[in-house]
Nanobody, 124 residues
Framework: QVHFVESGGGLVQPGGSLRLSCAAS????????MSWYRQVPGKERELVAT????????NFADSVKGRFAISRENAKNMVYLQMNNLNTDDTAVYYC?????????????????WGPGTQVTVHS
């Protein structure tokens, strides 16, 4: 069964950094591109970053370009999100997922394959 567990969130001051981790299981991890998403209560889920199967290509939302980095370790079924120079607009619950598995309604947080997420709060 597909399963994701995110970790690494917390409270950080503006300008600070956090590194999120996601442990995946239940599918052949190395066969799938992986993404990080985030959601603020009352708003649609947002795609933050995507990395292809072996990391040859990465894409980022305009709002995080130059500040966030995504990486993966296929041997460990792990994907990471390094977040630098955080600002209050980055406050959200962060989720990892495989774009091919999240389903068509992912913007509303629907679908079978979501983990619990990890809360990131940027506050002075």
């Amino acid at each position: 069964q597909v399963h994701f567990v995110e970790s690494g969130g917390g409270l950080v001051q503006p300008g600070g950094s956090l590194r999120l981790s996601c442990a995946a299981s239940g599918f052949t991890f190395s066969d799938y591109a992986m993404s990080w998403y985030r959601q603020v209560p009352g708003k649609e889920r947002e795609l933050v970053a995507t990395i292809t199967t072996v990391g040859l290509s990465r894409n980022f939302a305009d709002s995080v370009k130059g500040r966030f980095a995504i990486s993966r370790e296929n041997a460990k079924n792990m994907v990471y999100l390094q977040m630098n120079n955080l600002n209050t607009d980055d406050t959200a619950v962060y989720y990892c997922g495989a774009p091919a598995l999240v389903g068509a309604d992912w913007r509303r947080g629907q679908g079978d394959y979501w983990g619990p997420g990890t809360q990131v709060t940027v506050h002075s």
